[in-house]
């Protein structure tokens, strides 16, 4: 996996990230924190748990620590919400730009569940996106549900926006 692939499903991720935070903007503070069988116990679970990724595995594979997770009770709203994950896109964004197509070959290693792992740096990298990918359709659906539905995420519909 090249840089320019890496950087193009980034470029993905904060597009569909944009569209699902522009439409939670939309529900009300009460849908937002509705407890909810599926995804991180509400919309606002589930958002935050997007970012917190993001933010967990930068760290982790920068420094191959673990950080305290976000607590949704820490965002009052789909602004705060907002405003930490933009902190969160720059610094990821940092560190993307720091890598060169031989760092994305090599490997790294960091303990998780307990047990030592060894990954190479791009399929954790892919993993991030996919991972969002999974999260962002829990949010559809929440926001689907609320009325406002975010429209196609896919990956192809980005592609023929660009």
């Known amino acids: 996996m090249k840089f320019k692939e890496i950087e193009l499903l980034f470029k993905y991720n904060d597009w569909?990230?944009?569209?699902?935070?522009?439409?939670?903007?939309?529900?009300?503070?009460?849908?937002l924190t509705a407890p909810k069988e599926f995804g991180w116990g509400s919309l606002r679970g589930t958002l935050v748990h997007l970012m917190e990724a993001e933010y967990a595995w930068r760290i982790l594979l920068k420094t191959s620590e673990h950080v305290e997770w976000l607590q949704p009770e820490d965002f009052a709203d789909v602004s705060a919400i907002r405003a930490r994950w933009a902190e969160e896109r720059a610094a990821f964004w940092d560190y993307l730009n720091s890598l060169s197509d031989d760092d994305l070959a090599g490997t790294v290693s960091y303990e998780g569940?307990?047990?030592?792992?060894?990954?190479?740096?791009?399929?954790?990298?892919?993993?991030?996106?996919?991972?969002?990918?999974?999260?962002?359709?829990?949010?559809?659906?929440?926001?689907?549900?609320?009325?406002?539905?975010?429209?196609?995420?896919?990956?192809?519909?980005?592609?023929?926006?660009?």
Not at 16 to 31: F, H, M, P, Y
């Open 113 to 162: 569940g307990g047990i030592m792992r060894q990954r190479v740096l791009w399929h954790c990298l892919a993993h991030v996106v996919n991972h969002g990918t999974q999260h962002r359709a829990e949010c559809a659906a929440l926001l689907t549900g609320f009325g406002h539905s975010p429209g196609n995420v896919d990956f192809t519909v980005f592609l023929s926006q660009r």
């Open 16 to 31: 569909a990230n944009e569209r699902i935070l522009d439409t939670a903007k939309k529900v009300s503070i009460e849908q």
